[in-house]
């Protein structure tokens, strides 16, 4: 496996209708080669809400103005209170639906991930729904939640998302990892445990999943940390039937830049297929600070 870096295709920098960061990208399309690139955006109080812009993944040219904010942090006492990461979208019922992180700050104690649902209208406008935590915090994951990803195979709901064990260990690291669930109606969840298995100073701190399946069995591609200060790196596993994974970090084909806008960490994978390529959004430097950037799958 090999990527193929086309570049820092969106620098949020040279933007001043936000304020820092372009996380998390999710691309959605509108036609052609046209997708809307969703993502995260933070405000002066490090607070992330969700904007979008439109680009030609061929031409690599953005071809619309950056959208002003479609989904806004919540209020002090909600469980997004201190800001929204996107997951993916999905199809259910007809609807198309986005999971997202959403952060919390208490004073005084750590802060904490559950996950909200975002209704996504006209591929533009995002309606929370419901209006309180879609996954909450219960006895299998009584931590924290982060980064959920969806997909319907075989007409069952499969998910992947973060969850805290602890926030630190031997190595100072938390140990976050990536876990399971399924559902018959995209409603209710049954929770099957941890999917990437997970290795102290080797692979601990996983977030943001991204599944592809084909004919061969399940693709994950993810963000993740070993505990020996490097920051970020993207990491992949495959699994024959979505359970269970064999870490395969060693094939990802993607790694830091020598120089630039990611140079220093690699992380928030997307991936997508177009036109019977394989894509991949990315954020560098400083969880998204400088953008995010498009790789291409080697044949």
């Given amino acids: ?19 820092s960061h372009a996380s998390n990208p999710v691309a959605i399309k509108l036609k052609d080669n046209i997708y809307r690139i969703f993502f995260s955006t933070r405000n002066q109080e490090r ?12 031409s690599l040219e953005v071809v619309g103005t950056l ?4 989904f806004k942090y919540g209020a002090n006492e909600s469980f ?36 909200g649902r975002l209704e996504l209208l006209n591929k533009k406008d995002l309606i929370l729904t419901p209006s309180s ?20 195979h075989n007409n069952i709901y499969k998910m992947w998302y973060g969850s805290t064990l602890d926030w630190t260990s031997e190595n100072d690291e938390m140990i976050h990892v990536i876990n399971y669930a399924t559902s018959t109606d995209g409603e209710n969840w049954n929770k099957h445990g941890i999917a990437i298995p997970y290795e102290i100073g080797v692979a601990q701190a ?20 070993s505990g020996d200060g490097t920051k970020y790196r993207i990491g992949y596993s495959f699994s024959n039937d979505g359970i269970n994974w064999e870490r395969k970090h060693d094939e990802v084909g993607i790694d830091v830049s020598e120089l630039g806008w ?7 994978p997307f991936i997508f297929y177009h036109n019977g390529e394989t894509y991949m959004l990315y954020n560098g430097n400083d969880y998204g600070k400088t953008g995010f ?7």
Avoid at 67 to 70: H, Q, R, T
């Fill in 67 to 70: 959208s002003k904010i479609v």
């Fill in 206 to 225: 996983f977030s943001k999943p991204s599944v592809i399946i084909d004919e061969n069995g399940y693709h994950m591609w993810y963000s993740y940390r």
């Fill in 133 to 152: 935590a879609f996954m909450k915090l219960d006895k299998e994951d009584p931590i924290s939640l982060s980064y959920p990803y969806v997909v319907n």
């Fill in 80 to 115: 997004y209170s201190h800001g929204v990461s996107i997951g993916n979208c999905y199809t259910q019922a007809d609807k198309n639906f986005i999971l997202f992180m959403g952060w919390q700050l208490r004073e005084n104690e750590h802060w904490k991930g559950e996950i």
């Fill in 262 to 268: 990611d140079s220093e960490m690699i992380c928030y």
């Fill in 1 to 19: 496996m090999l990527w193929n870096k086309l570049g820092n295709i969106f620098d949020s920098s040279k933007h001043n209708e936000i304020i």
């Fill in 47 to 58: 607070k992330s809400s969700v904007a979008f812009i439109d680009i030609d993944i061929i």
């Fill in 293 to 299: 950037g498009l790789a291409i799958l080697e044949k």
